[in-house]
């Protein structure tokens, strides 16, 4: 491991955070000696971020949190493309009121973790939409286009596996390389801004930024990049078997948010201790090194810490507390994620499948069924073994609920309105 001498590149490397760096002597350097801007692209292809975002997030809050001045670039522009990198085809085109809603919900993740203002290490948000939705295209091809290697845009990595695939890649998105180096560069002219970071796959993206800006006159500009991050089991960050790990609460309760972190696979506890929350490290020592039972209260910690970054202590402790009645005194906790059916389709009996469904505990009527054959599933802590099964209000509790539960770690409660 290296031995930097800024505190924000010896953060990042003991947590975690460092997969490659341009020049790091030249960085670290530059942290050392004086406050830097740096920032990370986020676009608006959905209302909230994900937990596969919440990495990005955590190096912008050690940024800040070290000395310097984060930037949250918003996509406002490139959204209108997509960034093609690594992707199996094109993504949907999206409106410019499409975006502009997206961004209203993003701009809501980061309050929990960064201070905006105008200060000289405030965070700041910008919209990439400010400079590129006003280019004129002809000036833009001869003064930055022309920069640009055909040639060597076709061997990075996020391309040259579209096309080893024969996947079409449109010029559209071939563009959107040539967009992001070009936002650096206006970043570095507006805000004086030295660093991009972003997740591995976007090395060659931001290392052309480096390029055009040299070219175009700007001082040394300087890339970090961060490890593409799977659990131990090799499944994605910011996806659970019933979709994606919003950070939004009104995407996702905080309840499901905390129960995401506590099934952690226990390989994986100790790196999330120090990538997702503030613990000291020797206190992450501590609990990595549990073993047998004891770890899953090191499981629990971990849970609690990274709801209550984004969501607060109070939500957190409330979701811890909730799963603890849950599963270990078997009550009904009120706190429990809550769907609401109107109170006649109850009367009239709703068809257990379709009920699952609509809790959202299932895709479709299909995937209930397997869960009912392979014995997860639960109306009032009862086993559920008839896939005819239709749930009315006679099954309301003195609560006046029904609890659904999938197997041991997914309960919904229905409510008539």
Not at 100 to 116: C, H, K, P, T, V
Not at 195 to 215: A, E
Not at 293 to 306: F, G, P, Q
Not at 327 to 353: K, M, N, Y
Request: proline share 3%; with cysteine.
């Amino acid at each position: 491991m290296t031995a930097f001498k800024s505190d924000f590149l010896r953060t990042l490397s003991e947590r975690g955070f460092i997969h490659q760096i341009s020049d790091e002597t030249g960085l670290d350097d530059l942290f050392a000696k004086e406050t830097v801007s740096g920032y990370i692209g986020f676009d608006a292809t959905a209302k909230s971020l994900h937990a596969g975002s919440l990495i990005q997030i955590m190096m912008l809050y050690w940024m800040q949190q070290t000395g310097h001045r984060p930037i949250a670039l918003m996509g406002g522009g490139t959204s209108m493309i997509g960034d093609p990198s690594f992707k199996d085809e094109a993504r949907k085109l999206l409106t410019p009121a499409d975006i502009e809603d997206n961004l209203s919900g993003i701009r809501q993740n980061f309050a929990s973790y960064l201070s905006f203002g105008d200060g000289p290490k405030d965070a700041l948000m910008i919209n990439n939409a400010d400079w590129l939705m006003g280019i004129n295209y002809v000036e833009f091809l001869r003064d930055v286009g022309r920069h640009f290697s055909v040639n060597r845009m076709l061997s990075f990595d996020s391309v040259k596996l579209r096309l080893d695939r024969e996947q079409s890649l449109s010029f559209l998105e071939f563009n959107y390389m040539i967009l992001q180096a070009y936002d650096f560069v206006e970043l570095n002219r507006r805000y004086d801004c030295r660093l991009q970071m972003g997740g591995s796959d976007q090395w060659g993206n931001i290392v052309n930024g480096i390029d055009l800006g040299h070219r175009l006159g700007t001082p040394q500009l300087y890339a970090l990049t961060s490890p593409l991050l799977t659990t131990s089991s090799g499944a994605k960050m910011g996806k659970s078997a019933s979709g994606a790990v919003w950070l939004s609460p009104e995407m996702l309760s905080p309840y499901e948010f905390w129960q995401y972190w506590r099934n952690t696979e226990d390989a994986d506890v100790g790196r999330f201790l120090k990538l997702y929350t503030t613990m000291p490290m020797d206190e992450v020592a501590r609990l990595a090194a549990l073993a047998g039972s004891e770890i899953n209260e090191a499981k629990k910690v971990l849970a609690t810490e990274i709801t209550a970054m984004l969501h607060g202590r109070d939500a957190a402790e409330q979701a811890a507390e909730t799963a603890r009645k849950t599963f270990e005194e078997g009550a009904l906790a009120e706190s429990l994620p809550t769907v609401e059916i109107a109170a006649g389709d109850l009367d009239a009996g709703i068809g257990i499948l379709a009920l699952f469904v609509r809790a959202g505990l299932a895709g479709s009527n299909g995937e209930a069924r397997r869960h009912v054959q392979g014995g997860a599933v639960r109306l009032n802590d009862q086993p559920v073994s008839d896939e005819r099964k239709a749930v009315g209000s006679s099954e309301l509790t003195s609560e006046g609920v029904i609890k659904l539960s999938l197997g041991k770690k997914k309960h919904v409660l229905v409510r008539p309105v």
